[in-house]
């Protein structure tokens, strides 16, 4: 089983910026690929920013709301994928999620609460 500990959540200011740090166990990490969900009580999650693992040579997709001002990237030496965003806004509140999926595996991290001030 994979375990993973998300770090870097938060208070931050409107305008602000916020990295976030997920650590995988495991010696797979490379092969899976990792992204962030956000979810606010009652709303859907909602993805935030993915990246694939070394198939996908580091492919990187990233949800609308966040594309431009939001940077996924991933140290496999670490067992460790970023979120680094930018210019947070009040409604990027939310508890993001680290999930990370390899074949028929997936794995959710406990979430990391961020919360943006105006």
């Known amino acids: 089983q994979v375990q993973l500990v998300e770090s870097g959540g938060g208070l931050v200011q409107s305008g602000g910026s916020l990295r976030l740090s997920c650590t995988a166990s495991g010696e797979l990490f490379r092969f899976a690929v990792m992204a962030w969900y956000r979810q606010t009580p009652g709303k859907q999650r909602e993805l935030v920013a993915g990246?694939?693992?070394?198939?996908?040579?580091?492919?990187?997709i990233y949800g609308d709301s966040v594309k431009g001002r939001s940077t996924i990237s991933r140290d496999d030496a670490k067992n460790t994928v970023f979120l680094e965003m930018n210019a947070l806004e009040p409604e990027d509140t939310a508890v993001y999620y680290c999930?990370?999926?390899?074949?028929?595996?997936?794995?959710w991290g406990q979430g990391t609460q961020v919360t943006v001030s105006s």
């Open positions: 990246i694939a693992g070394i198939q996908g040579n580091g492919m990187t």
């Open positions: 999930n990370y999926r390899r074949e028929t595996d997936t794995y």
